[in-house]
Every structure is written in C-alpha cells, then in structure tokens.
C-alpha cells in the first residue's frame, strides 16, 4: 500500500508540472469543485512541491522502516548468522576484519537497501513517472483532494521550507551581483571578437546581440505610431471597409469608436472570407472580436512576448499614461527585433524606412525608430542614450539635440553623425539625409 502511495505521489509531481495551457483552459469551462482544486494547487507552485517531496520522503522511510521488519520477521537472525559464516569459511581473509554478527547485520542491511531502492526506483518512480506523462490531465484529478489534504496537513513543514529556499535564493543573488560572473557587456564583447574571427557568422551575431539586449527593449522602441496605422471607424460602410482591407494588406485591423483613442475592437480579416458577397449594408460589426490587449508604453517586450504567448494572441494597442492610443504593436515587430527585418510577399520595397546613397550617406524618414536606425547603421544603441531624452524616433532625437523644430537644409552633428533635414513641415520632421564621419562603432 505504501508502494501505492510513493507511486501516486511521485506521478503527480510531473503529472501537476506539466499540464499546460489548453489543460488550464479545459478545467476551468468545466465548473467542477476538483477542477477548482487542481487550479487551486497550481497557484501555489512551490508549497505544492514541497508537500509532495515531504509526503514522499515520509511515505519511503516508512517503506524502509517496514521492509526492515518484515525481513527480520521472515528471515530470524539465525539464518543470516548461516550465511554470514558460510560467506567467512569461503573467503577467509574477511575474518581479520568482521565477525560472524557484524556480517549477518551488513547483510541485512545490504538485503533491504537494495531490494527496496529497486522496488522504489522501478515502482515508486520511473513506472509512475512515466505514467504520468502519458495522463497527466487523469492523474491530477486522481490526486487533486489527497494533495489538498497533505498541503494542509504538512503545511507547516512546508511554508519552513519554502521561506528557506527563498532565502537562499536572496543571498545568491547578492553575491552573483557582486560576484564575477559575465556581464551585458562581456557578452558583447564575446560576440564581437567571435564575429572578428569568423566573417561567415556575421548574421548570428547579430541575433546574439539582439538576444541580449532583448529585455531592455520597451514597446515604444518598436511600435508602429498612431498616425501610421491602418484602422477603421466602426461606423464606415461594408464596401468601405472591404476597399481599406484590399488597399493595405494587413490580416488584423482595429476597430475604434469615433477616434483611435477609443479602440474597441480588432476585425480578422479571415472572418469576412464567408461574407465577400453579402450585401453593402453587411453588418460587418458582428465580426468584430472585442478581447483587445492594452498595454502600457513603458512595457518590455519580453514581457510582451510572454503575455502574447499566454493570451494567443498577435497584436496590442499601446497606450500612453493619459489613456490614449499611442500606437499599436504586433508578435512580428518583437521577433523583427531579434531576427531583423521580416518581409512577405504583401510588402513593398517603398515602404522601406531608408535610401542608401553610399557608404556613408542615408537617407531615413523622421518616423524611423532608433532601434531601426542602429540596425540599418550598425551602431550600438546606446550611442544616443545621454541625449536621447524620452524620444524613440529619430526626429525626436533631432528635436531633442535642436531644441525646436528644425526648417529645410539645416544641419545637426553629433559625435559622427551629421543630420540634414531633408524634407519638414510646420509639424514633423519628414526626410533626413544622415552623413557617417569616420568610424561609427
């Protein structure tokens, strides 16, 4: 029976770690109390761990204790003290250093230790284990009121252990920080001597560096500004929409009510598939998918990244700390992020965000992010860091090293970068000619 148990619980340890995202979805439509119990649980992972571990470790001395017991009751002393003197007639040597007693006690020892590891092993770990990979979904509900009980039991031991845990883990980390161990910038400086050395890398590199820096990267960095997205008044017409769809490409439109700081919706354009020929006076607002994200533009896209995971979904609308609509983000501006510029057959070439001249001359529209403008250069973005202020275009940057709006013609510099405002109006800056002076890295 304990064998049973050491088998139940060892199995639930994998079978509770490893349900996944449709499983959670699954349990919570279904409205059952052990449902609700098996969410419950998960939401504490690591007391759920412990009482596990603690209810293993119990169940298995009591196996040990009990072996023990059983072996002493079907096999008497006499017997092994038999074995234990056939053993010391046979290999003589072994008397100068044991006696007939201590030999029969080491090989009752020898007996439980390694008929009860198998059992365990085999029985209590691997088998179960297996198992539970197989049926986790079954198993956690098996499972889901004995460890309730056993949590609220050991809950005591646990809380001791997890609160040490945490401890421990709040002392490494102020040691790694004072420690030696490798920085942003020797990573940096790792993967610009292993692109020295190996031309052929060039591109990996710059997916490492990427990689790196990928959580210091917030949402306003790579997003697609107000005045560039393609969006839609719920109240346009169906032959309205259906011409804004076929004039931008795009598979997500937003919906907003009255201006774009009132997004309510996102329209799939897949969903219009079964209704191209419907009528004018199509209610295409029926189609319209309210579970809008809304996020904050101080949001990293790490965290971006993981919630889009999570939430299974594609796109975000960005809003600024007075609740307006400061843009909109989407999964493929994160992964551009790392893997760079990503164009499919619906892009064209003049929505490029710069002309290169030559070598050292460009030009880039005022829109272009900084990120994009480091990219395209090949300039680390810090560079601008101390003068960007709270700009992340590269008309902010000018606006910020200017300090107002800059007419035609005028020329900025800064450290080896000269800027030649190109084409501007009496809003923005439109067109800027960027000269490269020497060595930019």
């Not at 198993?139 to 004995?146: G, K, Q």
């Not at 959580?215 to 346009?236: F, H, K, L, N």
């Not at 990293?300 to 843009?327: C, N, P, T, W």
């Amino acid at each position: 029976m304990l064998l049973i148990c050491s088998a139940l619980v060892s199995g639930s340890e994998v079978a509770f770690f490893s349900l996944n995202y449709n499983d959670f979805e699954k349990l919570e439509n279904e409205n059952e109390p052990n449902s609700a119990r098996i969410l419950a649980l998960k939401e504490k992972p690591r007391m759920l761990l412990a009482t596990i571990l603690i209810s293993n470790n119990f169940i298995n001395i009591a196996i040990v204790i009990i072996s023990d017991f059983v072996l002493n009751k079907i096999f008497p002393e006499s017997v092994f003290l038999g074995w234990a003197n056939s053993l010391l007639k046979t290999f003589p040597f072994l008397e100068v250093v044991s006696t007939a007693e201590t030999t029969a006690g080491v090989i009752s020892f020898l007996i439980v230790i390694v008929g009860v590891t198998f059992l365990l092993v085999l029985f209590g770990e691997i088998a179960p284990k297996f198992y539970a990979t197989i049926n986790n979904l079954k198993l956690s509900r098996l499972m889901a009121n004995p460890l309730t009980i056993m949590m609220i039991l050991f809950s005591p031991v646990s809380r001791i252990l997890v609160n040490w845990t945490n401890a421990i883990e709040r002392r490494l980390a102020e040691r790694t920080k004072g420690s030696g161990l490798t920085s942003r910038e020797e990573i940096d400086e790792a993967i610009e001597l292993t692109a020295i050395s190996d031309a052929e890398i060039e591109q990996e590199a710059d997916i490492l560096r990427s990689i790196v820096k990928f959580g210091d990267v917030s949402v306003t960095q790579i997003m697609r500004s107000r005045i560039d997205v393609i969006a839609v008044d719920y109240r346009i017409s169906y032959q309205e929409l259906l011409d804004v769809i076929k004039e931008s490409g795009y598979s997500r439109i937003p919906v907003y009510t009255e201006d774009f700081d009132n997004v309510s919706g996102i329209l799939y354009v897949k969903d219009l598939l079964g209704h191209l020929q419907e009528k004018p006076d199509f209610k295409w607002q029926d189609l319209i998918r309210t579970n809008v994200l809304f996020i904050p533009e101080s949001k990293k896209i790490d965290d971006l990244l993981k919630e889009f995971q999570r939430m299974r979904m594609h796109m975000a609308v960005v809003v600024d700390e007075y609740g307006g609509s400061s843009g909109i983000v989407t999964l493929e501006d994160i992964l551009e992020e790392i893997i760079g510029e990503i164009k499919d057959e619906f892009d064209d070439d003049n929505e490029l965000i710069y002309r290169k001249l030559d070598e050292n001359n460009y030009i880039f529209e005022g829109k272009t992010l900084l990120n994009d403008f480091c990219r395209v250069l090949g300039v680390d973005t810090s560079r601008f860091d101390e003068i960007k202020g709270e700009s992340d275009s590269l008309a902010g940057l000018l606006l910020e090293l200017y300090g107002e709006l800059p007419i035609k013609d005028t020329e900025i510099t800064y450290d080896t970068f000269s800027f030649k405002i190109v084409a501007s109006n009496k809003r923005r800056i439109e067109q800027v000619l960027v000269t490269l002076n020497g060595n930019t890295l």
